[in-house]
C-alpha cells in the first residue's frame, strides 16, 4: 500500500507545502489541496538508516550534541519560556510508544540556539495544523498550514523513539521535491512521546537560522 501510494506522488506530484518550521514568514496562513508524503528512493524499506541519506544519518547520529549546543543558548535568551515547556526541552525525556496516532494534530515550532552568530537563540511560533496519516507499514506526518510546511514518513528506531525522514516544500510552491534530491530541503528528526498525548518531533542541526528545531505535538480538539 505504502509502495503503491509513494509511486503514485511521484508521478502525480506532491501538492504541498512542507514547513520547517521557521522565519517570520510562517505565520502566514497557506494551506495546501492536499499533502502528502514527499517521494522517498526505497520506498519499499521500513529501515531508515537504508532511506536516509549520509548527512542524514549523521544528523541523527549527533542528536544529543545538537541539544547540548542549542539549550544553554536558548535557557539565556529566553529562560522563563524554556522552563515553561518542561518535559518538551528534556532531551533525557522519552516514553513508550512513540508513534503518534493517525489523525489531526495542532503543532507548533520552537527554534533553539542560532547557527550565526547574529540569529536568535530562542524563537516561538503560533500552533498551526498537522496531520498524521496511515501509510501502511509507516506512518506519515505533515505540517498543513504555515508558509514552510515538513512532509515525511516515520520510522521505527527503538521502543522510544522514531524517525522522521522527508522534505521542505515552502511558500505556494505545488510540488514536493524527492528526498534526497536537494541535500537543503531534505528534514531529518526524531519523533518521541513527551506526556499524555503529547509529541516532539526534534531537528537536529536544521539547514538554516537555528541548532535544534522542536515541533510540538498535541491533538487537535
Sequence with gaps: MRTHFL??????????????????????????????????????????????????????????????????????????????????????????????????YRCRVFKLGSASASGLAYVAYPYFDCRVGDEGELKSLFKETGSQRPVGLLFPDSPTRQVFLGTLVLGDESRALDYGQDADRDMAGVIERVGEKRWRLTLPWPRFESQVDVVELVPAA
Design 7 to 104: 509511486k503514485r506522488a511521484a508521478v502525480l506530484g506532491v501538492p504541498l507545502a512542507i514547513a520547517a518550521c521557521g522565519g517570520g514568514g510562517d505565520r502566514t496562513e497557506v494551506r495546501s489541496a492536499t499533502a502528502k508524503p514527499a517521494p522517498i528512493r526505497n520506498a519499499t524499506a521500513t529501515d531508515w538508516r537504508v532511506v536516509a541519506t549520509d548527512a542524514d544519518r549523521d544528523r541523527i547520529r549527533r542528536w544529543r550534541d545538537a541539544w547540548m549546543a542549542a539549550l544553554p543558548a536558548a535557557r539565556r535568551a529566553n529562560p522563563a519560556e524554556v522552563t515553561a515547556q518542561g518535559a518538551l526541552f528534556d532531551p533525557d525525556r522519552a516514553l513508550a510508544d512513540p508513534a503518534p496516532p493517525s489523525g489531526r
